[in-house]
C-alpha cells in the first residue's frame, strides 16, 4: 500500500523509496545525496522544510534537485529560496495561481531546470515568457530546452508587457 505524505514533518518516520542505485549514509546515519523527491503526495504546504531536510540530509546546503510535483502546494515558498546550490526544481502539477510567484526563484544563482506546468498560472497569457524574463539563466522549463529563439520572443514580450521600473535621480541640495 502506498502511504501519501500531508506534512513534511512525516518524512522523518517514511523510509526512502529505492532508486536505481543503493542509498548511501553517513556515520550519523543521514543520507548522503543531493536531491530529494517530495513528489505524488498531498503536500499543501512546506512548513518546517527546512529543519526536515537537515535531519535527512547530512549535507542539506548541497542539496541540487528538489521534486515536489504532484503535490497541492499553492504558492512558491520562500524556503525553497534558501538552497543555493538547488539547479533543478520540480513543481508541475500542483495548484500554484499567481505567475507572480516565480519571482522568489530569481535569486537562485544555480537554478537551470524548472517545471511549472499543470499549474493554474499556466493558463495565464504570456506564461511561457515571463518565465523566461524572471528566470534568464534556466535552460530547460517545462522540459523543453529553452532556444534563442524563446529568448528573444520573451525579450520582445518583457517591453510589450512589462512596465520598466522608474528612476528617481536624486537631487543633490547643496
Not at 4 to 15: I, K
Not at 51 to 80: G, K
Not at 141 to 158: H, L, N, Q, Y
Amino acid at each position: 500500500m502506498v502511504e501519501y505524505q500531508a506534512s513534511v514533518t512525516d518524512l522523518t518516520s517514511e523510509e526512502p523509496r529505492t532508486g536505481l542505485r543503493p542509498l548511501r549514509h553517513s556515520k550519523s546515519g543521514k543520507s548522503l545525496t543531493q536531491s530529494l523527491w517530495l513528489n505524488n503526495n498531498v503536500l499543501a504546504d512546506l512548513k518546517d522544510f527546512r529543519h526536515v531536510v537537515s535531519l535527512l540530509l547530512e549535507h542539506p546546503e548541497n542539496l541540487a534537485w528538489i521534486d515536489l510535483s504532484f503535490n497541492d502546494l499553492i504558492s512558491i515558498d520562500p524556503v525553497l529560496t534558501t538552497f543555493f546550490n538547488l539547479s533543478v526544481l520540480y513543481l508541475h502539477g500542483n495548484s500554484i495561481q499567481r505567475l507572480g510567484e516565480v519571482n522568489k526563484l530569481a535569486v537562485l544563482p544555480r537554478l537551470r531546470s524548472l517545471t511549472l506546468h499543470g499549474n493554474p498560472i499556466e493558463e495565464e497569457k504570456g506564461y511561457r515568457q515571463y518565465v523566461l524574463c524572471t528566470l534568464p539563466r534556466i535552460t530547460t522549463f517545462d522540459f523543453s530546452g529553452v532556444t534563442k529563439a524563446d529568448r528573444t520572443t520573451a525579450e520582445v514580450w518583457k517591453r510589450m508587457n512589462i512596465k520598466p521600473k522608474k528612476l528617481r535621480i536624486k537631487q543633490n541640495t547643496l
